[in-house]
Structure formats: C-alpha cells, structure tokens
T-cell receptor, first 110, second 112 residues
Framework: QKEVEQDPGPLSVPEGAIVSLNCTYS??????FMWYRQYSRKGPELLMY????GNKEDGRFTAQVDKSSKYISLFIRDSQPSDSATYLC??????????FGAGTTVTVRA | KAGVTQTPRYLIKTRGQQVTLSCSPI?????VSWYQQTPGQGLQFLFE???????NKGNFPGRFSGRQFSNSRSEMNVSTLELGDSALYLC???????????FGQGTRLTVV
C-alpha cells in the first residue's frame, strides 16, 4: 500500500466551479500535510501546509484534514483557467521521507 | 528572497556517461532533498541532506549519490547512466528536516 493515495484524475471543471481534491494517508506518526501545485515542465510550488485537523484557508484555497479517517482535501473556490495544473498532496512517512500522492491533473475550462 | 536554484535546467547525456546536478537552497535553509519525477512513477525520494550529512535515502541503486557542502549547496551524481534515468530531477530545500519543502524548477535529464 502506498503511504499517500491520490486519485490521478484527470479532473475537468468549468471556470468558476469548486474543485475538490482528495488524498488518503496511512502514516499517523507525522501529522502535517502539504499541497503542491505543479504546472507543466515546472517544479512543484507549495500551496498549503497544515498540521492540525480542521480547515485552513488561504484566499480561494482551503485545506481540510480529517485525522480520524486519515483523509486530506484541497478545495479551490471560483476556479480559474490559471488553476489548471497538477496538484500533489504530501505527508512524511515513518522513516521521515516526504511521500507524495500520484498527483491529480486539473483542467479549468474557460 | 531567492528561491531554490537548480543547474543546469536541461541536459542530454549518452548511456554510460555520468552526470552531476547542482542545487542552491533558499538562504538559511539547511535541509536539501532530491527527487526523481517520471510520468509513470511520480515523485520518488532520492535522498536528504542536513548539515552536510545524508540523513535519509530512498530506494535507488548506488549509481545515485549526492553530497552537501558547508554552505548547504548540494550536488547529486548519477554514474553509468541508463535510458531509464531520463527524468525531471527536483531539489527541495527546507529550514529543517520534516518541515515544509520548497522546490526548484528541476533539471530535465534525457539519456540517449
């Protein structure tokens, strides 16, 4: 079982829609999580960093952590074509390595 | 504040050659990690350095090696290149181990 599971999609939504991205994790030792955005042929860019249960908001982005079910989510409100990218979730594994999900490719249609 | 800088951005090498990639972390960051990204395998952890010491290593053959210098800059080396080593190699820096990591733009290596 991979330490971080993420539906690779792809996901296509119309402009203005809410994008919902989800990951599950298996390691409970390190309770902090990251979401990255990666544009084609670029390095991943850190979007959100959270270490507690509940919601964390940053502009149009909301990260949600449910530790009881080991589920993390990223919501993008009022999505824009510029949000079209691959989104990766990450969580440290038991041996301190940062484990990434497979990434979900999102396309926001104008 | 300057971000993570990786050089070169693109590289084409022949099978059997070796290659060295360079990474300059964000100023003040002491942890540097390296990842390999391919379409089929996603982001795979190679190794992490902190204060010039390798703290963690992924499941890659010994042909992959790295080091970190006293100024936190890091290099990774791949010897006896194989076609399967073609990938985007990403470096990430962090202020400490097990904290949020910031990535560079990567070095795209093509082995022919």
């Amino acid at each position: 079982q991979k330490e971080v599971e993420q539906d690779p999609g792809p996901l296509s939504v119309p402009e203005g829609a809410i994008v919902s991205l989800n990951c599950t994790y298996s390691n409970s030792a390190f309770q902090y999580f990251m979401w990255y955005r990666q544009y084609s042929r670029k390095g991943p860019e850190l979007l959100m960093y959270t270490y507690s249960s509940g919601n964390k908001e940053d502009g149009r982005f909301t990260a949600q952590v449910d530790k009881s079910s080991k589920y993390i989510s990223l919501f993008i409100r009022d999505s824009q074509p510029s949000d079209s990218a691959t989104y990766l979730c990450a969580n440290p594994s038991n041996d301190y390595k940062l484990s990434f999900g497979a990434g979900t490719t999102v396309t926001v249609r104008a | 504040k300057a971000g993570v800088t990786q050089t070169p951005r693109y590289l084409i090498k022949t099978r059997g050659q070796q290659v060295t990639l360079s990474c300059s972390p964000i100023s003040g960051h002491r942890s540097v990690s390296w990842y390999q990204q391919t379409p089929g395998q996603g982001l795979q952890f190679l190794f992490e350095y902190f204060s010039e010491t390798q703290r963690n290593k992924g499941n890659f053959p010994g042909r992959f090696s790295g080091r970190q210098f006293s100024n936190s800059r890091s290099e990774m080396n791949v010897s006896t290149l194989e076609l399967g080593d073609s990938a985007l190699y990403l470096c990430a820096s962090a202020p400490a181990m097990n904290t949020e990591a910031f990535f560079g733009q990567g070095t795209r290596l093509t082995v022919v």
